[in-house]
């Protein structure tokens, strides 16, 4: 093997790569999305609206905060159209970076309720999930339960599971209960709620429901839709737990998916059609139909046999701002209060 | 001995007077280090931007149960590791028995299972409430916490262990195994005696990279609920939204792995150890076994793999087969390979050049390539972070310089994910090549050069051929650990490119394995016959 040799074969991947970097110029009919969502609904989406539009839709998918960074880094040099992300906390960070260009229009002022939209129209909220109980039927009777303090009392010593506080649905419910009972009670909660774990924080939402079904625990802490998902799952049975809705003060924590037009966006007129048309009556179906989270726009109809079940519930109408914005204090509440 | 000759040997190689091709090792050493460890250093000035808040109120929280558990997961996995990968390449070496052959590289597939996956398939398998327990009847313990993350720590990075450890033994062990024999001693006290101390160094490397690989991991630890240093920095990133502090926690992890790294030199002393030169014929025949010894070494061989591979991998298979797959696979097979063998060649340029450099035994260029192999400690999401910072700052410099405004280096881009895999992996690369290039005599050196040969030629025509199968090792293992990396991908690609590893994550993290399953298994499949062509390039068996 003689000296050229050997380099050539380590400077030609080099030289195919660099061309593979330049990056295909995006024509001025791609509508350009970053979104840290990647369900089944939010593919329905930007199909219906490619076929409603003509327009093509280039998506780029990654997990809530890499993609706030990823998008602060790139700045002027690869910017988005619509940025899409999960949970107020995250909108508000968003927000917070700049990264929101401000708009509105009638359709959207007037689909989306107000506390599901930023007061600027900076984001407005596509789809909405609920943090709710799940109980054992046979160990627990429904009557026992009064809202989320019920994780903290003490009969359920031992017989609580819940996921770890660094998820961001546990930091925003934490966050929505200082805002409401204020410092002191939130995490005098938060202490109590640990010490009732029937186990060490593990697993994911769906992980604490079957912990529940194999009587590992009575009472969980879960978003709604994936109880649901699981009760339309042949493959898993959950006809032993039941949903309760924690309507105690303050009401049930509801948190928000939202979509922004992105601040330097290349085309913005495309991306605030896109949004409208995401809270349209025929892409706000999809989120039930297909994700069994429920849809912004309240008068939307769909079709989901156990969201139907399930029933109404009053909700904590906190705003997204608000619950975002006290991330941070939620997180530090939860490592003083001893949940992992 | 060895040393001293080694190390005036090659400043002769490399300082021959009155030659132009002078490649001084500390000024290589020096240039290499800085270019790939710019993260490091980005990562360093990110951390002393901020201010110390954070860090106050970790360390009255949490900042001891981070430490402690980062350091009890590293030792446990280590250890398991270490047990599990000497042993097995071990009784390879030493013993034939039904099915040896192919035992022999299956041992390394493993390494082709995704710490994460294997976490969220066995955790799948053994939960409470999982269908496999409700089908089986049996009542397995929950791989969770510590033990459970250790558990699958050691599974799926023993291989790292076993190959170093492997390789080793069968270039020393069998002959100095036999005379040790036929001067009476036991079987255990000729294993402790002999052939320990001559694979120590191999399998010092091997579990210094298995300990670098836990250190730096985030998936395994926060899905099975162990609060290491690494989710601690994670949290810091997210939920403070601090990468100043996040970068301040990295600094004190990137601290623990230079300790490891440490701790594997000083174990692994001053030694170096070149080959004996025994040729294939005289080294002496495996101990034959027969009948129910031969199943039992065969069935001992295989555990590992079952555990480590096959189990998790045929629990996904048979959720795979009930889902719908969706139209992300393909491309992202794409992403995976572009990535990969991308990498590899880069790493093999790298690690041979740092070998070099580190066989001169010139301090200021080995600590250089030391700080560099730390790299690996540092979890992925904070060396892409770093890595962003250190480009946007290179961008400054580059539109300070030129009076343009040309946006080349800044954002993603293969360029800086590129990047960013080499001050992850210089450590996978480095190490193979350097335990490569410690087979090749020093005498050899002094000869070819004393018949006149420059430096360069002494590199290509003595050395190459002698090391190639470490450095195919390195360009080898560099790419499946690219193939299977996951949080400095998902920030650093072009938008156009998606990996398995990122397909996969996105399903599991969403709680859908059953979607998760193809990509993983997809990713798993290409990563298999990379670790099998690792066996094709180790010395003959």
């Given at each position: 093997m003689t000296n050229r040799f050997a380099l050539g074969l380590v400077l030609a991947p080099l030289v195919v790569l660099g061309a593979c970097s330049q990056e295909a110029e995006t024509s001025d009919d791609t509508l350009v999305i970053y979104s840290s969502?990647?369900?089944?609904?939010?593919?329905?989406?930007?199909?219906?609206?490619?076929?409603?539009?003509?327009?093509?839709?280039?998506?780029?998918?990654?997990?809530?905060?890499?993609?706030?960074?990823?998008?602060?880094?790139?700045?002027?040099?690869?910017?988005?159209?619509?940025?899409?992300?999960?949970?107020?906390?995250?909108?508000?960070?968003?927000?917070?970076?700049?990264?929101?260009?401000?708009?509105?229009?009638?359709?959207?002022?007037?689909?989306?309720?107000?506390?599901?939209?930023?007061?600027?129209?900076?984001?407005?909220?596509?789809?909405?999930?609920?943090?709710?109980?799940?109980?054992?039927?046979?160990?627990?009777?429904?009557?026992?339960?009064?809202?989320?303090?019920?994780?903290?009392?003490?009969?359920?010593?031992?017989?609580?599971c819940a996921r770890s506080s660094g998820n961001i649905y546990n930091i925003s419910l934490l966050s929505a209960l200082i805002a409401r009972w204020g410092e002191e009670r939130a995490q005098d909660w938060a202490s109590k709620v640990a010490g009732n774990f029937a186990r060490d924080p593990q697993g994911g939402d769906s992980d604490q429901i079957r912990a529940v079904v194999a009587g590992e625990c009575d009472l969980a802490l879960v978003n709604h839709y994936y109880f649901a998902r699981m009760a339309l799952d042949t493959n898993e049975d959950v006809s032993n737990v039941e949903v309760y809705w924690p309507e105690a003060d303050p009401g049930v924590h509801v948190n928000i998916s939202g979509a922004g037009v992105a601040a330097n966006a290349r085309h913005p007129e495309l991306a605030k059609k896109f949004i409208e048309f995401a809270v349209s009556d025929e892409a706000q179906k999809l989120f039930p139909e297909l994700t069994s989270e429920y849809p912004a726009v309240p008068s939307v109809t769909y079709d989901n046999a156990v969201l139907d079940a399930l029933g109404k519930f009053k909700a904590d109408p906190l705003d997204g701002t608000t619950i975002g914005s006290r991330q941070e204090e939620a997180q530090r509440l939860f490592d003083q209060a001893g949940w992992p | 001995m060895a040393a001293v000759t080694n190390s005036i040997g090659n400043r002769a190689a490399f300082a021959a007077g009155g030659n132009l091709r002078r490649l001084d090792p500390a000024v290589v050493g020096t240039v290499l280090a800085s270019f790939f460890a710019l993260p490091i250093i980005a990562l360093i000035a990110l951390a002393l931007s901020g201010d110390s808040e954070y860090l106050d109120h970790i360390a009255s929280t949490r900042l001891a149960e981070f430490s402690i558990k980062s350091t009890k997961l590293a030792i446990m996995s280590g250890a398991l590791a270490a047990l599990i990968g000497v042993s097995c390449a071990w009784l390879v070496t030493r013993y034939d028995f039904a099915g040896r052959r192919a035992l022999s590289w299956l041992l390394i597939l493993p390494l082709a299972m995704p710490g994460y996956v294997a976490a969220y398939s066995w955790y799948a398998i053994t939960a409470p409430g999982s269908k496999f327990e409700a089908a089986s009847g049996w009542d397995l313990p929950t791989v969770s916490g510590i033990s459970g993350a250790a558990f699958i720590f050691a599974l799926t990075l023993y291989p790292y262990v076993y190959l170093l450890s492997h390789n080793a033994m069968e270039a020393h062990g069998r002959l100095s195994w036999d005379i040790a024999r036929s001067l009476g001693a036991g079987p255990w006290r000729a294993f402790r005696q002999i052939t320990l101390p001559l694979i120590w160094p191999a399998a010092a490397a091997g579990t210094a990279l298995v300990i670098m690989e836990v250190l730096a991991d985030?998936?395994?630890?926060?899905?099975?609920?162990?609060?290491?240093?690494?989710?601690?920095i994670v949290r810091a990133w997210s939920s403070f939204s601090d990468p100043a502090a996040a970068a301040q926690l990295a600094v004190l992890l990137l601290f623990g792995a230079l300790l490891a790294l440490g701790a594997e030199r000083t174990a692994r002393g001053r030694r170096q150890f070149a080959s004996t030169g025994a040729s294939d014929t005289q080294l002496s025949p495996r101990s034959q076994l027969t009948g129910w010894r031969s199943a039992v070494v065969a069935g001992l061989a295989m555990l590992p793999i079952a555990l480590g591979l096959l189990i998790p991998a045929g629990n996904l298979a048979w959720l795979a087969i009930n889902t719908r797959p969706s139209d992300s696979v393909l491309p992202a097979l794409q992403g995976t390979l572009l990535l990969a063998i991308g990498s590899a060649a880069l790493a093999v340029f790298l690690g041979l050049t740092a070998a070099y450099v580190l066989r001169s035994g010139n301090r200021v260029a080995r600590a250089s390539v030391r700080?560099?192999?730390?790299?690996?400690?540092?979890?992925?999401?904070?060396?892409?972070?770093?890595?962003?910072?250190?480009?946007?700052?290179?961008?400054?410099?580059?539109?300070?310089?030129?009076?343009?405004?040309?946006?080349?280096?800044?954002?993603?881009?293969?360029?800086?994910?590129?990047?960013?895999?080499?001050?992850?992996?210089?450590?996978?690369?480095?190490?193979?090549?350097?335990?490569?290039?410690?087979?090749?005599?020093?005498?050899?050196?002094?000869?070819?050069?004393?018949?006149?040969?420059?430096?360069?030629?002494?590199?290509?025509?003595?050395?190459?051929?002698?090391?190639?199968?470490?450095?195919?090792?390195?360009?080898?293992?560099?790419?499946?650990?690219?193939?299977?990396?996951?949080?400095?991908?998902?920030?650093?690609?072009?938008?156009?490119?998606?990996?398995?590893?990122?397909?996969?994550?996105?399903?599991?993290?969403?709680?859908?394995?059953?979607?998760?399953?193809?990509?993983?298994?997809?990713?798993?499949?290409?990563?298999?016959?990379?670790?099998?062509?690792l066996n094709l390039v180790r010395p003959n068996a």
């Open positions: 969502r990647h369900y089944d609904s939010d593919y329905a989406l930007y199909e219906a609206f490619t076929e409603a539009t003509g327009v093509e839709v280039e998506v780029v998918e990654a997990d809530g905060d890499l993609l706030i960074e990823r998008v602060k880094a790139d700045g002027d040099s690869n910017p988005p159209d619509v940025i899409i992300t999960v949970d107020s906390g995250r909108l508000w960070k968003a927000d917070q970076e700049g990264l929101f260009a401000s708009t509105s229009s009638d359709i959207l002022n007037q689909r989306v309720p107000a506390s599901m939209h930023h007061p600027e129209g900076h984001w407005y909220g596509i789809s909405s999930r609920a943090r709710v109980l799940v109980y054992a039927k046979d160990r627990v009777q429904a009557s026992e339960l009064t809202g989320y303090e019920s994780l903290a009392d003490p009969k359920f010593g031992g017989r609580v | 985030y998936g395994v630890a926060d899905f099975l609920g162990v609060s290491t240093l690494t989710v601690g700080v560099l192999q730390a790299g690996y400690a540092v979890p992925g999401a904070v060396a892409a972070i770093a890595i962003l910072s250190a480009l946007a700052i290179g961008q400054s410099v580059l539109n300070a310089l030129s009076g343009a405004q040309a946006a080349i280096l800044t954002g993603g881009g293969i360029i800086a994910l590129l990047l960013a895999y080499q001050s992850r992996f210089a450590a996978v690369a480095i190490l193979p090549s350097e335990a490569a290039l410690m087979k090749v005599r020093p005498e050899l050196d002094e000869a070819a050069r004393s018949l006149g040969a420059s430096p360069m030629r002494v590199v290509t025509k003595i050395h190459l051929p002698l090391v190639l199968t470490g450095l195919a090792t390195a360009g080898l293992l560099v790419a499946i650990e690219v193939m299977k990396e996951l949080p400095a991908t998902m920030i650093l690609r072009p938008f156009s490119l998606d990996t398995l590893a990122v397909t996969a994550h996105n399903y599991a993290s969403d709680e859908r394995l059953a979607q998760a399953a193809l990509p993983a298994l997809i990713l798993i499949a290409i990563c298999v016959p990379a670790t099998a062509l």
